[in-house]
């Protein structure tokens, strides 16, 4: 065969031939044991009568549309192993996620590649296929030749992802660690993405991620995510777990989304949290939602009014953290009282021995904490804004609100 | 004293979701045309079936929903899962065909309710097919749902008619709980095709892909039940006042047969021009709203089970077979009701007949589903209950197929 290709829709129901060429039985499923290869296919399961029997790769003389010849003839029964991927029990026609295009989909066939291993021929797999090409191969498997069907596919245009991009879905923990699944894929996604595939599973599904993804990638794709959705998982996790994952969140997306939460829960997720930011959190819930307080977030950088440029990039340094989405600085005086905003881009601009109040900007717009969340939004519209300082009664700095808070304001009405 | 109860009819509405949309759905163009037969041939008489009908959907209704909440998934998908992919083909391709002939019989009731009041179809249904396909490739989820809500308390329209007509109110209760049985061929054709009629495949589709889509999980299963079975029960009630309206309207001044939904309203004229308005602005809403619901439901129902990509969130070319089957579906549903002469009955009667081939299967596939232990847990069925389920379902095996036998007999003849 020229092409070095086998579907998994004509491997099922292939001859198996010993080696005097006479039948043993055909393939009802083939097996990956990702512990010892992740993308070797491990064993054939033959059935034969009634009974089942499987064939080690290295039992494998050739493999080809015609047959499976085998080179050693010594069987073992099958008995259900946990480590085994079996392709039609665990991967056809269930969803796995594709992490390079970044959306959950249905696996209708599977690519091999038919390769060259001591002195025998072996299969790799190589894609999982999904659309329109591979539901024909499924729909006239064993009703066609299969030189036929490749030769009428061949107008459908293929769709296939490749087999290191697939991310299985199991939400038994144990056969997570048989089956070697890792999470390193949806680790290395943009936690929006990752937040939009989340919305796509089951309830299980999503626990199970969130269960055994990293803490702060967790946080930031569960900030992503619709509060409805965000209340749910939370609510399945261990409360340990979400502790930690609420930790990790910016305090006012933790505090919004303890808010979903049922009171009993949400309290017993705050007993777990570390002091610091349970502070925090347990203060933005006192506001009301809609309010500035409720908007705002307790992450930003505030100096003295009397401090230099040099100050503002050593206090910087130490809020590394923050510097993705921090645009403004803000200034106060000796009494914690909102004085001033610099916004950022100004520092790179005048030498370190400047004050930071010569750079700050003319006219000071901020917020009570009890403004109402329309007149937020109009502030932000008028006065072209990308972050505005909140202040208590005692007009001390409490926070600030950003354009992208204010952009899901908007995107939820 | 109107404004304040229909103000509290919205309300409730307003709290209800899934189940309640289904429901309503439920009662279509289709619907109201053999709820309106019924009642303007046989006058109280078929009454007596709301009740053993209401209870068949509830049954089914509440599988569906119960599956959706414990497993998160759609129907269509846990066949393929479960079923494999050439079960989920056969079920998908016979669903595209039973609901294309129920969009049309949706855009035939908008094009003859909407006649009624002087609207030519060659306005109407043009029109209706692109706000149906705009609202729902255009809108927003949220804004979807609110005219959905607002549609569903239209349906308040029929029950006010009923009251309009002042039908015999006697004899309504107690045909609703005496059954009366004929050997009569055309009164038992009446009894199937409205069985028939209140319980299709597409519903459990629907309800159930509704339910994921809520986000109701097992937890709050207990409250999303209660929504569903009066879900049901609403839509019987409406039935029972269209029977009823057209009871004290056609039927009591001679019996007749009626040719569609909208020649039902115009009987209720003599009643004032209240009772008619209301009953084809009702027929108008019922249709609209089923055909904005309807393609939907399918192509979402194909996309997922066959594992295309599918949402209204997605662009034309990330969802292709999504929105080209959607645009299909309406364009050719709403071309046909205005090609001159077309044979509207003998399509509807097709459908009828596929509709009962699939639907057996449909409930066979739930309850075997709703009883793996692996996908529901603790919330398989239990043996009172899948006894009661299989008799069900067996019941309506046996209707529905005495449905396809009637309507190939209409089909022979026409």
Known sequence: MADQRLFFTELLGLKVFDLKGRTLGVVKDAAIVPLLDPVRVDRFLIGSGAAWLTVRHDQVRSISLDGIHLRDEILTPYHSDEYMLRVVRDLLDQQIIDAQGRKVVRVTDVTFEIQQEDGGEVLWVLDVDIGLRAIFRRLVQGVLPPRWIRRLQGGIPPHSIRWEFCNILEPDPQRRLRLNISNRLLEGMHPADLADIVEDLTPEHREAIFENIDSEVAAEALSEVDPDIQASILESLETEKAAEIVEEMAPDQAADVLAELEQETSDEILEEMEHQPKQEVRELLEFKEDSAGGMMNTEYVALRETATVEDAIQALKSNEELMETLNTLFLVDSNDHLTGAVPLARLFLHEGATPLRSLAVDTLIDAPVTEQQDRITELFDKYNLLALPVVDEGRKLAGVITADDIISVLREK | ?414
């Open chain 2, 1 to 414: 004293m109107w404004k304040r109860f229909r103000y509290q009819i919205a309300m409730f509405f307003a709290v209800l979701g899934p189940g309640l949309i289904t429901a309503n759905v439920d009662n279509d163009a289709g619907g109201i045309f053999t709820y309106s037969q019924a009642g303007a041939k046989w006058g109280y008489l078929p009454l007596w079936t709301l009740i053993p009908i209401t209870l068949l959907l509830i049954v089914t209704q509440e599988m569906c929903s119960r599956m959706g909440a414990v497993t998160g998934k759609g129907l269509s998908d846990l066949i393929r899962e479960e079923f494999g992919l050439r079960t989920t083909f056969l079920v998908m391709t016979a669903l595209v065909l039973v609901n294309y002939g129920n969009i049309v019989s949706e855009f035939a009731g908008i094009a003859s309710s909407l006649e009624l009041f002087g609207i030519s179809r060659y306005l109407s249904v043009p029109v209706c097919g692109v706000a149906v396909w705009y609202l729902v490739v255009k809108g927003t989820y949220r804004s979807v749902e609110k005219i959905f809500l607002v549609s569903c308390s239209i349906y308040v329209t029929y029950i006010i008619s009923g009251i309009l007509v002042k039908p015999d109110w006697k004899q309504a209760v107690v045909y609703s709980v005496k059954p009366v049985l004929m050997l009569e061929p055309s009164y038992i054709a009446m009894l199937v095709a409205m069985v028939g009629t209140s319980i299709a495949p597409w519903m459990q589709f629907y309800l159930q892909a509704a339910v994921v889509e809520k986000g109701i999980t097992a937890k709050e299963y207990v409250q999303s039940r209660v929504e569903v079975i009066l879900g049901c029960i609403l839509t019987d009630v409406v039935a029972f006042f269209i029977i009823v309206a057209c009871a004290g309207a056609i039927w009591a001044h001679g019996p007749r047969d009626i040719k569609d939904a909208a020649d039902a309203a115009v009987g209720l004229k003599p009643f004032g021009q209240y009772a008619y308005f209301l009953f084809s602005a009702g027929l108008f809403n019922a249709s609209f709203f089923a055909a904005c619901i309807l393609p939907l439901s399918t192509v979402y129902t194909v996309c997922e089970g066959l594992g295309f990509e599918s949402g209204v969130d997605k662009r034309f070319h990330e969802a292709p077979v999504f929105y080209w089957l959607y645009t299909f579906l309406i364009v050719v549903g709403a071309a046909v009701i205005l090609i001159p002469g077309f044979d509207l009955v003998k399509m509807i009667l097709l459908s009828q007949v596929i509709n009962g081939v699939l639907l057996p299967f449909v409930l066979i596939f739930m309850i075997l589903l709703i009883n793996k232990k692996k996908l529901m847990h603790e919330w398989t069925n239990s043996r009172f209950y899948n006894f009661v389920a299989w008799t069900s379902v067996a019941l309506m095996i046996g209707l529905t197929m005495a449905l396809v036998a009637l309507s190939i007999q209409d089909m022979m003849k026409t």
